[in-house]
């Protein structure tokens, strides 16, 4: 019975383990929520969001032509010509400037060709990364007036968030510096030109800019046809993700620390953008609270190795000292949690290690024995604690983890219990039935 009971207090002990390290991943999670919608605001004013920077618009209003001059009424039959007046000396007129139809025509980008540089610079608030670039943009436009009037064409480039900020600002048309024509819509640079039939424009666009998570472009706001259009973006590092509904790039290629990527299409329909997401860092507070979750997990096949061993070896556990062991582990996930937001993971995870480890066998060291401390309690806290962890690292690795490590203490702990008798191990066996006393003698009265 004693065995049983000793089971049942180990159970209490993992409930209450597990009761703690729920709480303190809610209360994680909770600080790091509040980390991020406190400083996410303040990130953005210094460095921008996420940039969209949309294809140029081009419209055009078709020129009205001028009413042509009234002719004179013919002369009657035997009507003399009037005489003709004297005209007065030529004076200088302004001609009167050619009027537009006020409906606008949508035009299209005959060719387009785009550099853009993408530079990763992560920056970390408390317990929150932010992925964080500098973009610098260039590219030229051609235009090619295609009716069979003159027209009024307006070329429209709106940028990509109007509340950041753009150095080395430049907007050419025709090789002239239009970048002082920033329209009464914040952020969109316009210019209006007059157009010929068959008349060719070229426009440029450039600037050095910052923002936050991702960078698109939009070829064209909703579905539309792309001619002659070069895109060629690159970047100093190396793993590259694009977003979601985004177009793959036609080639790549290494390039120094990172690659280049191009988009080439003679002639191509689509309403997909092209882009790029930048990478990704282990964020502290999402870790921390994902260790604190899944640790009942790993002190459950700790305490499974302990017992068992223990109950092979006849070694007195008591739950006092479970609960002990049970403490030590949830000492890996505090310090780990309240670090983190100070140092690297990668220094806190090492250290949280170390505590814990020095815990669990400086302690067992002194309730059992040197060996079992040193070897199977290390090993098994190497395995289940330190390694269980370190998966959360891998994103996409930690529930094969759990898996492989769950069929290998099974496969184990069923070698080394197979011939375990658990009824006489627990004390909860039937007693066996006492042997038969001897027979009782017969008392002899003797009659007086």
């Known amino acids: 019975m004693r065995g049983f009971v000793n089971l049942f207090g180990i159970g209490v002990v993992w409930f209450l383990a597990t009761a703690a390290w729920m709480a303190l991943g809610g209360v994680t999670t909770g600080r790091q929520s509040a980390q991020e919608s406190g400083l996410r605001e303040k990130v953005n004013e210094l460095w921008g969001q996420e940039q969209v920077q949309a294809a140029p618009e081009l419209s ?168 002659d259009f070069r895109l060629a973006l690159a970047t100093d590092f190396s793993v590259i993700d694009f977003p979601a509904q985004s177009l793959s790039p036609a080639s790549r290629k290494p390039s120094g620390s990172g690659w280049l990527l191009t988009w080439d299409f003679r002639q191509m329909v689509t309403g997909q953008s092209i882009g790029m997401v930048m990478p990704s860092h282990i964020q502290p507070g999402e870790l921390a609270a994902a260790l604190s979750f899944s640790a009942p997990i790993s002190l459950m096949f700790f305490f499974v190795i302990v017992f068992v061993l223990s109950t092979l070896r006849k070694i007195d556990v008591h739950p006092i000292n479970y609960l002990l062991i049970a403490a030590a582990f949830f000492a890996f996930h505090l310090l780990f949690a309240y670090s983190a937001d100070h140092l690297s993971v990668e220094v806190v995870f090492a250290l949280s290690s170390v505590v814990s480890l020095v815990l669990v066998v400086s302690y067992l060291r002194l309730v059992v024995s040197n060996t079992f401390a040193f070897r199977e309690a290390a090993v098994a806290q190497l395995l289940y604690l330190v390694g269980f962890s370190l998966a959360h690292f891998w994103d996409g690795f930690t529930g094969l983890t759990i898996t492989v490590l769950a069929i290998v203490t099974l496969f184990v702990m069923m070698q080394l219990t197979g011939r375990v008798r658990w009824h006489e191990v627990l004390g909860m066996g039937s007693r066996a039935a006492m042997p038969p006393g001897p027979p009782a003698v017969p008392s002899v009265s003797t009659a007086g």
């Open 60 to 227: 055009f209003r078709r020129e009205i032509p001028p009413p042509e001059p009234e002719a004179e009424p013919p002369a009657k039959p035997g009507q003399k010509k009037p005489p003709a007046k004297a005209s007065a000396p030529d004076k200088p007129k302004n001609p009167k400037p050619p009027e537009y139809e006020s409906e606008a025509i949508t035009a299209g980008l005959s060719s387009s060709r785009i550099d853009a540089r993408l530079h990763s610079d992560p920056r970390r608030k408390g317990l929150v990364w932010y992925a964080l670039y500098d973009v610098g943009f260039s590219a030229k436009y051609g235009y090619v007036h295609d009716d069979e009037r003159p027209a009024l064409l307006r070329i429209s480039v709106k940028l990509p968030a109007a509340s950041s900020v753009y150095d080395d600002l430049a907007f050419t048309v025709d090789g002239v510096d239009r970048s002082a024509t920033l329209d009464a819509t914040p952020g969109t640079l316009s210019y209006e030109l007059r157009v010929l039939p068959k008349q060719k424009v070229t426009f440029a666009v450039g600037y050095k800019s910052r923002g936050a998570d991702a960078w698109r472009y939009a070829p064209a706001t909703g579905v539309a046809r792309l001619n």
